[in-house]
Nanobody, 125 residues
């Protein structure tokens, strides 16, 4: 069974940085992802994903060039470095994972069967 626990959220001023962490447990995870759910939005928005071997990084257009995903298989951690934060980045950020090998729809929330509880990120203007 895959278990994910996020940490690192908080309040930051626009232009600042935060680094989110996701502690993972469980075997055979092939792909990790970060999603976010903004206030008043019903659906979770894809942010970024990465394969277990470090390949296949993808980013949402809205965060490309500002956010960086990484993973440490030895420590069983996944990270999301967020720089140049904007008020519109305010959301609950979720770590997600799947054990499915082929992940063509990496930006679909339904692709991932394991989720953390989320960590709040608030960016003030």
């Amino acid at each position: 069974q895959v278990r994910l626990v996020e940490s690192g959220g908080g309040l930051v001023q626009a232009g600042g940085s935060l680094k989110l962490s996701c502690a993972t447990s469980g075997r055979a995870i092939t792909t990790y992802a970060w999603f976010r759910q903004a206030p008043g939005k019903e659906e979770r928005e894809f942010v970024s994903n990465i394969r277990w071997n470090g390949a296949g990084e993808h980013y949402a257009h809205s965060v490309k060039g500002r956010f960086t995903i990484s993973r440490d298989n030895h420590e069983n951690m996944v990270y999301l470095q967020m720089d140049s934060l904007k008020p519109e980045d305010t959301a609950v950020y979720y770590c997600a994972a799947t054990t499915t090998y082929s992940v063509p729809n990496y930006d679909y929330a339904s692709t991932y069967e394991a989720w953390g509880r989320g960590t709040q990120v608030t960016v003030s203007s």
